[in-house]
Every structure is written in C-alpha cells, then in structure tokens.
Nanobody
Framework: QAQLVSGGGSVQAGGSLGLSCVAS?????MGWFRQAPGKEREGVAA????????YYTDSVKGRFSVSQDISKNTVYLRMNSLKAEDTAMYYC??????????????????WGQGTQVTVSS
C-alpha cells in the first residue's frame, strides 16, 4: 500500500496548513504521524475510513482535523493554530485494519515520503 503525501510548507505561528494523502488502494485506517528532529515518530491523528471516526493526540485536539474523500482514496489533515512545536516531518500511513485510536508508529509497515511542516514563532 503506497501513500503519496502533499502539502506542508512554512507558516508563522497561528497560521494554517493542509496536507493531503492519496492511497493506492483501499484503506481501513489512515494515520498521520510526525517526527521532529531528535524525537521519535509519533501518531497525531487518524481516521477510520469505515466508521469515519477520527482520533487525535492531546497536543493537537481542537486544532487539527482529519477528513476523507473515499472516491479519491484521499485523506486530509487540516492544521490550524499552528505552534512552533508542530514543526516536524509529517507522514501518512495506511493501516491494514480498523483503528480505534491514534495508531502507534510500530503498527505501520510501509512508510511513504514525508512532507516538512515548519512553524516559525
């Protein structure tokens, strides 16, 4: 299962950015992850495509939003009120089973290329 992520870029604190992730096949759960320099990769959000339930880690709740367009096999991550600590390489990853929370990085078998998000304060 391949994923192609696009979007990202640089923005000032308080600004917004959007990411898109196109999967090559059906996705049960799409997770969004990020990895800042010197830190471990962490899950930040996810959407279970069957139930459309969304999940967020505490640090992004109320600021990030996940949505999907099944017809396009595409999942979106809208990031509002961005903070400097949101600066990281962002990845999307398709999971082969339904998710019931934000997935952990060890649950991902194939990582695509990421996209850089830089928030300046």
């Amino acid at each position: 299962q391949a994923q192609l992520v696009s979007g990202g870029g640089s923005v000032q604190a308080g600004g917004s950015l959007g990411l898109s992730c196109v999967a090559s096949g059906y996705v049960y759960c799409m997770g969004w992850f990020r990895q800042a320099p010197g830190k471990e990769r962490e899950g930040v959000a996810a959407i279970d495509t069957g139930s459309t339930r969304t999940y967020y880690t505490d640090s992004v709740k109320g600021r990030f939003s996940v949505s999907q367009d099944i017809s396009k096999n595409t999942v979106y991550l809208r990031m509002n009120s961005l903070k400097a600590e949101d600066t990281a390489m962002y990845y999307c990853a398709a999971l082969t089973a339904s998710c019931f929370g934000v997935p952990r990085s060890y649950e991902v078998e194939d990582w695509g290329q990421g996209t850089q998000v830089t928030v300046s304060s």
